[in-house]
């Protein structure tokens, strides 16, 4: 069997490099995307600015009015694909934008992307986001309990509802105290 020698080897790395570099530009991480920002906006209606993604976990800062007028964080930005990249849905990941506020209580969910093969009887409906609104991380998101299943698409809510609290809580973690979480 014939061997590659380092020159092939170090080629081979580098097209590799290339390639996941070329993913994570391609998939539109940017807060100068517009399709983002849009998101973003919906997560937090009255924010005026929107940070880098950072940080460890990864996520984005809301800003906007504080009560003394001046800018002030009102919460963070995250997708659940980058922080439970395990939890999948019936056919596929399912990649959310969660927004959640200082005090560890979701502002609103906004489902991005998934492949499942019920459409209009899955997680594409209204009703299904806005149920996640107000929960805070010490909510169970269980689904029977306090998040609705929907026929024929329980696979799908189960692991989207504990995508979205189990990245909630990883993101509280790293950037809230137990005070703040209320």
């Given at each position: 069997m014939?061997?590659?020698n380092d020159s092939q080897?170090?080629?081979i790395s580098h097209i590799a490099l290339l390639l996941v570099l070329s993913s994570m530009i391609g998939d539109g991480q940017t807060t100068a995307n517009p399709e983002l920002q849009v998101n973003l906006q919906r997560l937090?209606?009255?924010a005026t600015a929107f940070s880098s993604k950072t940080g460890d976990p990864p996520h984005f800062k809301?800003?906007?009015p504080?009560?003394?007028g001046a800018e002030s964080l009102l919460g963070f930005v995250f997708w659940t694909t980058e922080l439970e990249p395990l939890e999948r849905g019936y056919d596929g990941p399912?990649?959310?934008l969660v927004g959640?506020?200082?005090r560890g209580r979701v502002t609103n969910i906004v489902v991005v992307e998934h492949y499942e093969p019920y459409g209009d009887f899955s997680i594409d409906l209204p009703a299904f986001p806005k149920q996640f609104e107000d929960k805070t991380i010490r909510d169970r998101f269980k689904v029977g309990m306090d998040i609705d299943a929907?026929?024929?698409a329980t696979i799908t809510v189960t692991s989207t509802a504990r995508a979205v609290r189990n990245s909630a809580r990883q993101i509280a973690r790293a950037n809230l105290t137990p005070e703040d979480v209320k």
């Open positions: 014939p061997r590659h080897r170090m080629r937090f209606p009255t809301a800003f906007g504080g009560t003394d399912i990649k959310v959640m506020d200082t929907i026929a024929r």
